[in-house]
């Protein structure tokens, strides 16, 4: 595949075909990852290749963020665990240009990934048996996908190129707008997996615009569609489904 349309094809995959990912494929991910660049050669990498169900079972109840857990960990038929020994201050960046690899080498052998950074690296440590002196940048799920999201909007190649200095542009307010739409697909996410609860529901204090993001949004909320009446009942099926399939934001997560 010509590499301009591979980087353009891979997009963050959070619901898989239930079949498994043969072993030769899992193994040229890893083989892509450990030709990336590392400071100085240092190649402080690891990967733990998970396909167990049980395994992936505890690893997926590691892996959240403000209480909000991720299924595509459990559902996924396997998932890569990035190790790196500290050996330099910067090996923590050296396995994500590895993860990088993995990804786009995925995307061309017709698999589907989903990078994932919240969880508890101390639990992922214990669950895996992994030595002092590693940590874990990150979990890549891979899998046959069962649906591939369409291309998000991307920011205009003309409003991030700076020549020669920044000139004084800051981050706008687009790019808070778009973090705080992240946040609520993932929270509708998590209201459409679970079931309705009889009863009205007790009245919560709604987080206040910018909270997440250390008030760097408008004071003035963001408008949010209303959820849909079968938003909390059960997604049918074996597989884990995004409230937005048609309109993905292919965040990592």
Same mark, same amino acid.
């Given at each position: ?194 079931? /309705? ?5 007790? +009245?919560? *204090?709604? #987080? @206040? =615009?910018? &909270? $997440? !993001?250390?008030? /760097? ?5 963001? +408008?949010? *569609?209303? #959820? @849909? =009446?079968? &938003? $909390? !009942? ?10 937005? *399939? ?8």
């Amino acid at each position: 595949m010509d590499f301009s349309q591979l980087v353009k094809q891979r997009r963050s995959v959070r619901h898989y075909e239930i079949r498994p990912v043969e072993e030769s494929l899992l193994r040229q991910l890893v083989e892509a990852a450990r030709w990336a660049p590392s400071a100085l050669n240092m190649q402080p990498w690891e990967f733990i290749i998970v396909t167990d169900p049980e395994i992936k079972r505890q690893l997926g109840d590691t892996a959240a963020i403000l209480g909000i857990k991720w299924p595509h960990v459990k559902a996924a038929p396997a998932v890569i665990v990035i190790c790196a020994k500290k050996t330099s201050t910067y090996a923590r960046d050296d396995c994500l240009l590895a993860a990088q690899n993995i990804m786009l080498q995925a995307t061309d052998l017709g698999l589907g990934t989903c990078y994932v950074g919240g969880f508890s690296q101390d639990a992922v440590r214990a669950l895996l048996s992994i030595p002092e002196g590693y940590i874990v940048p990150g979990l890549i799920t891979v899998g046959y996908p069962a649906n591939v999201p369409p291309a998000p909007d991307k920011r205009p190649l003309t409003e991030i190129i700076h020549t020669n200095t920044f000139k004084g542009r800051g981050v706008g307010l687009s790019a808070h707008k778009r973090a705080w739409q992240a946040f609520w697909k993932i929270v509708r996410g998590k209201a459409a997996g679970r079931p /309705a609860k009889a009863g009205p529901e007790p +009245e919560t *204090e709604a #987080l @206040p =615009p910018g &909270a $997440l !993001l250390g008030g /760097a949004l408008s004071s003035k909320p963001l +408008e949010e *569609e209303s #959820l @849909p =009446p079968d &938003a $909390l !009942l059960e997604p049918p099926g074996d597989l884990w489904r995004h409230p937005d *399939e048609s309109d993905d934001d292919d965040t990592t997560a």
